[in-house]
Every structure is written in structure tokens, then in C-alpha cells.
């Protein structure tokens, strides 16, 4: 099957990266909200970025030529005719379960389905549908734009053409595609939540500071970053949520949160976004380690 035009839904922080990488690729891109105010939102992001990738020369067209591919609407109807549609809404099982069932019966009966869920089941979500052989998980990754990774999430009942077709999309984006199995945290989560966890349970037990432990595995890996580095990036409450998922999933101690990182959580000490986390963020250019 050939896709040509792709469906989004939501034009958050995923969604309108999504839609921009689709646009950049050349296909012709629909993206639904809920409201015109998130589609102006999300829009004068993708221009913003646009306008970056120009000045460096990464774009072969211009912004414009890209951006006359993107449509906004609020209108599910709108997205009838869509090849693929790739969901990245709020994650809530209920939202994203009740908009599938809709969906289901307005786009084409051969559209594939995919979704960007980082912690909720494909196969859960598969079964709002009826057509569970026709639906995937695509995971991107924050910044879409920039991060090459996709991984393609495949359940027991994804037909063979419909994986082989959004693996070679994930291929006509610009990314990377991994296959992976239908397991709460896919490849990346799967590795990475533990070792985050790990940094936190060293640093309670007296291991080392904040900060040496981020400079050990900077330095000593050549990871670009080190985990508390890491975890005030990504977001503790996001990092506590994916915890819970996780252990519920495979009930194994290496997936279950840290007394700290519950703490911190209860604390409202969600990271950068909140100014404080494992590092206090008054000066953005200059953390300081916080004494916890
Ligand atoms: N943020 C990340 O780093 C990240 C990484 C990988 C995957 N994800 C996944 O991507 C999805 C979206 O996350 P996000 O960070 O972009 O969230 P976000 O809150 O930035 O965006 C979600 C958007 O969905 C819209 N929305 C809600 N209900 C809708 C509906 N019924 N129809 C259309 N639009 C609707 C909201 O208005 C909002 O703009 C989640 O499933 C999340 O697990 C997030």
C-alpha cells in the first residue's frame, strides 16, 4: 500500500512535530484538534522550526512550499480519505479509546492506524477498533524534528503489510525505524526507565552526588547527558507515570520508583518545566544540584 495522505491527531508538543516531518517528507497532512487555538499553537511552532531548518540549508523547499501541505481542521470528517492517521492526543486511555471508536467509522476501511503512545497498550487501544490487523504503534521521539528514532510497535494481530508499510514510512520521514513487540515501554523505556531509576537508588544509598554521579556517566559512557540531567528533561512526573505503568505490566523491583523520586513528584519538583527537580533551575544556564 502506498500512503500518500496522512492523518494527525493532536497538534501538541508530538502531534505537530509529526505533522511537520510528514510535511517535509512530501505527504499531504491533515491534523485534528480539538479546538483552532491548539491548531494556531501548534502551526506557529511547525513555522518557527521551519524557518531554523531553512537558515541552516536542511529543508530542500522552502517553509512555504512545506506549510502549503499542512491542513488544520476540527472536523474528524476531514480525515476520511487518510492513508495512515497517527494519533498523538493526551495520554488518557478513556480520550484516546473514545476517539478511536469514532474514527473507525469514518476513515477508509484499508487506513492503517498508529499510534504514538509512549506507556498505554497497542493492543488495548487495537481493540477499541475494528480493524485491530490494520493498527500499529509508531513511537517518536521529543524533538520529533530532530530525533531520529522510530520505533514500530507490532501486536499479535498487525497484518504483515501493514507493519512493512508503516516501517517504511517511519523510513521516508528521515528516521530510523526499530521493530519492537507490543511490551509497556518498547525498546528505549524498556532499558532506559531502569537505569534512571538505578541513578536515583545510587545516589540514595551514598554512591555519589548529583552531580558526579551525571559527570561518571557523561564522561565515563559518552552519554550526552547525565541521568538527573536526564530525568529533569524528561519530566519526574512523566518519569513517576511510566514507573507505575511499567511495574504494574512486569511487577519486577527494577521498574518500580524510588521513595525520592516519589517525593519529588508529591513535591511538585517536576524538573526544568517547574525551575526544580534533581537540579534547582533559578539560573537555566547555570543548575545548581538541589541537597535532597
Ligand atoms: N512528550 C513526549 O516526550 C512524548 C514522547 C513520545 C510519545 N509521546 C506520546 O505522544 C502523545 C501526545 O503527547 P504530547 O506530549 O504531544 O501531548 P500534548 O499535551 O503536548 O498534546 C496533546 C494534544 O492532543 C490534543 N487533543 C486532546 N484530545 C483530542 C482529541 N479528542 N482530538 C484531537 N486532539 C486532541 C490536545 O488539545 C493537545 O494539543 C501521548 O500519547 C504521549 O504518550 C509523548
Redesign the pocket.
Known amino acids: 500500500m502506498e500512503i500518500k495522505k496522512v492523518g494527525v491527531?493532536?497538534?501538541?508538543?508530538?502531534?505537530s512535530g509529526i505533522a511537520q516531518v510528514s510535511a517535509i517528507a512530501g505527504f499531504e497532512v491533515t491534523v485534528?484538534?480539538?479546538e483552532q487555538k491548539?491548531l494556531d499553537k501548534g502551526f506557529a511552532g511547525i513555522e518557527r522550526s521551519l524557518a531554523k531548518f531553512a537558515e541552516k540549508g536542511t529543508i530542500k523547499e522552502t517553509p512555504q512550499a512545506i506549510r502549503a501541505r499542512l491542513n488544520g481542521t476540527t472536523n474528524m470528517r476531514d480525515l476520511a480519505d487518510c492513508d495512515i492517521v497517527v494519533e498523538?492526543?493526551?495520554?488518557n486511555i478513556d480520550?484516546k479509546k473514545k476517539?478511536y471508536a469514532a474514527l473507525d467509522d469514518v476513515v477508509k476501511p484499508d487506513g492503517i492506524f498508529a499510534s504514538?503512545?509512549?506507556?498505554i497498550s497497542i493492543t488495548e487501544l487495537m481493540a477499541a477498533t475494528k480493524r485491530p490487523h490494520r493498527f500499529i504503534g509508531l513511537?517518536?521521539?521529543?524533538p520529533v524534528p530532530l530525533m531520529k528514532l522510530v520505533e514500530v510497535v507490532r501486536t499479535i494481530a498487525t497484518a504483515d503489510d501493514v507493519f512493512q508499510t508503516a516501517y517504511e514510512f517511519g523510513k521516508k520521514l528521515g528516521k530510523v525505524p526499530v521493530r519492537t513487540s507490543d511490551k509497556t515501554g518498547f525498546i528505549v523505556n524498556r532499558l532506559l526507565v531502569p537505569y534512571m531509576l538505578d541513578a536515583i537508588r545510587a545516589y540514595e544509598e551514598g554512591v555519589g552526588s548529583i552531580e558526579d554521579i551525571d559527570n561518571a556517566m557523561k564522561l565515563g559512557c559518552g552519554y550526552p547527558m547525565g541521568p538527573f540531567t536526564l530525568l529533569d528533561f524528561v519530566g519526574l512526573e512523566t518519569t513517576y507515570y511510566i514507573t507505575q505503568v511499567m511495574y504494574d505490566e512486569f511487577k519486577e523491583r527494577r521498574f518500580a520508583a524510588p521513595p525520592l523520586l516519589k517525593r519529588l513528584v508529591m513535591a511538585g519538583w517536576y524538573g526544568r518545566k517547574t525551575g526544580k527537580g534533581f537540579y534547582d533551575y533559578s539560573d537555566p544556564a547555570n543548575p545548581k544540584p538541589n541537597k535532597l
Open positions: 491527531l493532536g497538534c501538541g508538543l508530538m502531534g485534528l484538534e480539538v491548539f498523538a492526543v493526551i495520554e480520550e476517539m504514538n503512545t509512549s506507556s513511537h517518536f521521539f521529543n
